[in-house]
């Protein structure tokens, strides 16, 4: 019974070799990292080594899965995660967004016209005739934008201001990449992302500073 109880437990040297093979870049820092970020919570022992479960794997899968397919940052992912963990099993392992034109417009609740607009402004791309999950999200947005009268002309500064966003993250990440160590993809990806989160927050806490100044408060 001890033997069983003991073998559902892990250490992060465990965790690490059960992931490095279909995430070559995962570190210990980087199990570490995202404890530290709340995104898993390992027991302790009474001497102070992590326990990881076997739905530790599955989260830590999850995290480094969302961060190499669709570029999230760690804030976006910790609220899909509670989300998605709360979920059956079934509804975890759905597949990626891949969406034709007429599915797009029947899911954003756009018409042809406004699709067209998006396209033709740059805030939207089909890739190999399909549109992901980025691309539903910017046309839901864009849809809702416009029961109070912004359209996609209107939003050319906010797509310049994501612009110079991203070009700070390459800027960053730039000479890590120049390096060619081994690696060195794998730390930019880390750094990028990382830096994606605390842009996203200052952004936001940008806005909101600007939003009360317009209602004077």
């Given at each position: 019974?001890?033997?069983?109880?003991?073998?559902?437990?892990?250490?992060?040297?465990?965790?690490?070799?059960?992931?490095?093979?279909?995430?070559?870049?995962?570190?210990?820092?980087?199990?570490?990292?995202?404890?530290?970020?709340?995104?898993?919570?390992?027991?302790?022992?009474?001497?102070?080594?992590?326990?990881?479960?076997?739905?530790?794997?599955?989260?830590?899968?999850?995290?480094?899965?969302?961060?190499?397919?669709?570029?999230?940052?760690?804030?976006?992912?910790?609220?899909?995660?509670?989300?998605?963990?709360?979920?059956?099993?079934?509804?975890?392992?759905?597949?990626?967004?891949?969406?034709?034109?007429?599915?797009?417009?029947?899911?954003?609740?756009?018409?042809?016209?406004?699709?067209?607009?998006?396209?033709?402004?740059?805030?939207?791309?089909?890739?190999?005739?399909?549109?992901?999950?980025?691309?539903?999200?910017?046309?839901?947005?864009?849809?809702?934008?416009?029961?109070?009268?912004?359209?996609?002309?209107?939003?050319?500064?906010?797509?310049?201001?994501?612009?110079?966003?991203?070009?700070?993250?390459?800027?960053?990440?730039?000479?890590?990449?120049?390096?060619?160590?081994?690696?060195a993809i794998g730390e930019a990806d880390e750094v990028a992302r990382e830096l994606s989160t605390r842009l996203l927050e200052l952004h936001e806490a940008l806005l909101r500073t600007g939003v009360r100044?317009?209602?004077?408060?």
């Amino acid at each position: 019974m001890t033997s069983q109880a003991a073998r559902s437990h892990m250490s992060i040297g465990e965790v690490l070799a059960l992931l490095q093979g279909e995430f070559p870049d995962v570190t210990v820092s980087k199990i570490r990292f995202l404890e530290g970020e709340g995104l898993i919570e390992p027991e302790r022992t009474p001497s102070g080594f992590r326990k990881f479960t076997h739905l530790h794997v599955q989260q830590l899968r999850y995290i480094l899965t969302e961060q190499r397919d669709h570029y999230l940052p760690l804030r976006v992912i910790k609220d899909k995660m509670a989300e998605s963990f709360a979920r059956p099993r079934a509804v975890q392992d759905k597949q990626e967004v891949r969406l034709s034109r007429a599915e797009l417009l029947e899911a954003a609740g756009l018409d042809e016209e406004t699709l067209t607009e998006l396209e033709d402004y740059g805030l939207l791309a089909a890739k190999a005739r399909r549109y992901d999950e980025d691309a539903l999200k910017v046309a839901r947005s864009v849809g809702a934008l416009a029961r109070f009268g912004l359209h996609a002309r209107h939003l050319r500064a906010v797509k310049a201001a994501a612009e110079r966003e991203a070009g700070l993250v390459e800027q960053t990440v730039a000479p890590i990449l120049k390096r060619r160590a081994p690696g060195a993809i794998g730390e930019a990806d880390e750094v990028a992302r990382e830096l994606s989160t605390r842009l996203l927050e200052l952004h936001e806490a940008l806005l909101r500073t600007g939003v009360r100044s317009v209602l004077g408060r």
